[in-house]
């Protein structure tokens, strides 16, 4: 839901690699929270979930095996398929692609789950964007791009040392809500179906700038502060974190700090949807800084809350 970094120059980089899946996620220590919870950057989630699990920090990726339930997702899925159209992906600087398909939920069509996510995000329901289900098929992909939105730039250009306009966030907030510190604060997706090859999410870029010889990643957490966002596109820059797409999984990660802390953009949370070889299906809940957003403002039309139910079924 955004547009990724700009790539720079070649870069010799030893990277570790971390890949989780539902099964490693329930049997497999948790990270302590301990960090977390002292941390005052980022949105403080209902650390007492059953199975929760801290999979990395800095940038911090939570998991819950079996959030939604088998049935959930089948409704899901059912629910969707109807109404899924092409989504879109601004990508004027590093020209990726974006090949799913999906739609947006009323809210009275899925009124438990949302209550469930608002629950495990600490949030009130009118912090949540309308929850979204996408489709991956055979090649589709998301490449790198962060779930925070830009600040309102009031008509000018990006600058390039501030490339998501956290100056400007922090004067005027994004386009159609013009409130300081402003953004999207957390994202929570689920897994609607388990795919055995291909689809993962993956964090590559978690030192964002490191490959470039910066050092803004690692000081992003002890001094928030708006970047440039350049980065390693194709080899990424620091630890390599990855989830396979189990059913039911849900993961919690966070693109931007509070607005008490300016709304500032996490670079390090840059991430992608790989390549599908087998179909996969997610829900997407974007969760914002501030409640009661006029959303047909905030929001691309994609976004929007539908007019009509897509079916007769309440989840």
């Known amino acids: 839901e955004g547009e990724g970094g700009r790539s720079g120059g070649p870069a010799l980089v030893v990277r570790l690699v971390l890949c989780f899946t539902a099964q490693e996620c329930m ?17 403080k989630i209902d650390l007492t979930q059953p199975r929760l699990r801290l999979v990395h920090e800095r940038p911090f990726i939570f998991t ?10 089948a409704a899901l899925r059912a629910k969707a398929a109807p109404a899924l159209a092409p989504q879109s992906f601004d990508d004027e600087v590093v020209r990726r692609q974006r090949s799913s398909m999906g739609c947006s939920m009323r809210n009275e069509e899925v009124p438990t ?22 489709r991956y098929t055979a090649g589709d992909r998301f490449d790198v791009h962060t779930d925070a939105v830009r600040g309102d730039l009031r008509g000018r250009p990006a600058s390039p040392d501030d490339w998501w306009a956290d100056r400007e966030r922090l004067k005027h907030g994004v ?44 000081r992003f957490y002890e001094r928030p502060s708006h970047g440039a966002g350049r980065t390693d596109v194709e080899n990424g820059s620091g630890v390599d974190v990855s989830v396979k797409p189990e059913e039911g999984l849900a993961v919690i990660h966070f693109p931007a700090t509070l607005p008490a802390h300016g709304g500032a953009t996490d670079f390090n949370a840059y991430h992608e949807a790989e390549a599908a070889i087998d179909e996969k299906w997610v829900a ?15 929001l691309d039309v994609e976004n929007h809350e539908p007019t009509e139910r897509r079916d007769g079924v309440t989840i």
């Open 175 to 218: 386009v159609g809500a013009p409130i300081s510190g402003a953004n999207r604060i957390a994202t929570i997706f689920v897994f609607l179906n388990t795919v055995e090859r291909g689809g993962r999410t993956r964090w590559r870029w978690t030192n964002h700038d490191a490959a470039l010889g910066g050092s803004h990643g690692t």
């Open 284 to 298: 997407q809940q974007f969760i914002w800084s501030h409640p009661r957003l006029d959303w047909r403002r905030v």
């Open 27 to 43: 049997v497999s220590p948790s990270l302590s929270f301990s960090y977390f919870a002292r941390c005052k950057l980022f949105q």
């Open 64 to 73: 819950v095996p079996g959030f939604f339930s088998s049935a959930e997702c």
């Open 113 to 134: 789950l949302r209550a469930r996510l608002a629950a495990l995000a600490n949030v009130s329901l009118t912090q949540m964007q309308p929850l979204k289900v996408s």
